[in-house]
């Protein structure tokens, strides 16, 4: 590649919740490397991240992200069990993504994007392209049970993990030849490594007990009985609360395999990051010192591909290694 042309690469950043804060790192480390994707596409938090650092705010989200405490985090929860199509409420994330990114619109951004969703009603995979930057990666994380559905267009939209958790099939449809993955479920077995329980906390730490102890977190009778049997585990077994996540991970990992295997990413990136909890978001440092460490890992593979895809002749686009094309 020594005449600057490579081919046009898309990032296709996976679902995974609090485990993705290990976008961050993964795209510090391909920065580091000189590469720049052309195209990036992302699921549920995925699309946040990529969102984010399209519009030029990546170190405004890691500087937040790396600010997080627990007590914090149930700050933004927002949580309600009344008269919503989820736990989390969403409307104090979302005043926070807002004040950072104001009405910034899609096509605004300096390369193609698009943040990942799913149909409620009819299971179709959704590709939002156009409007608010906000408001789609809003969309594309309404994780169903947790997260209320978002109305847009006409219909119920919900994360986009249920239908295309790795969107490797978006970045080729947005005209990337070299398409590098990044699977956040990847490491399921990865949760045998938190000591203690064989049934580990489905948030990653006692979510109850920092309710009752973190007046005005929660809106008045939220912690009520309905609410305590959601949270609360009496027994050796999970909560309501750790089935329904849990069953949830399980099905987003057998999705994700079933993708990946029929569109597989010509790289594919796997952090080590199975063990973080749902909600522990205030592991920020680690999990983006591991989306680094992941890249180094596959920094012979990232090479490798780059190499053959300028020798096999097809056509490519021809921008600097550190440019970004439309």
Known sequence: MANGSRPRIGLALGAGVARGW???GVIRELGRMGI???VVAGTSVGALVGGVHLAGRLDALESWALGLTRRKIVGYLD??????G????GSRLTAEMRAHLGDMAIHELPAPFAAIATDLVTGHEVWLRDGTLVDAMRASFSLPGIFPPVLRDGRWIVDGALVNPVPVSACRALGAELVIGINLNADILGKARKPGSAVPTAAGFDLLSLLDDSPGAAPPGML????????SR??????????MVSSLGIVLDRIT????AGDPPDVLIAPRIGHLGLLEFDRAAEAIAEGEAAV???ATEISDALCVFAASGRPRTTVPINGSGR
């Open 86 to 89: 989820g736990l989390i409420g």
């Open 257 to 260: 395999r079933s993708r990946l």
């Open 296 to 298: 180094r890992r596959s």
């Open 22 to 24: 290990a976008h961050i």
């Open 79 to 84: 949580l309600r069990l009344r008269r919503s």
């Open 36 to 38: 720049r994707p052309d």
């Open 234 to 243: 009496d027994y050796d077994g999970p909560s309501l609360f750790g089935v």
């Open 224 to 231: 009520d009985s309905l609410s305590r049997r959601v949270f």
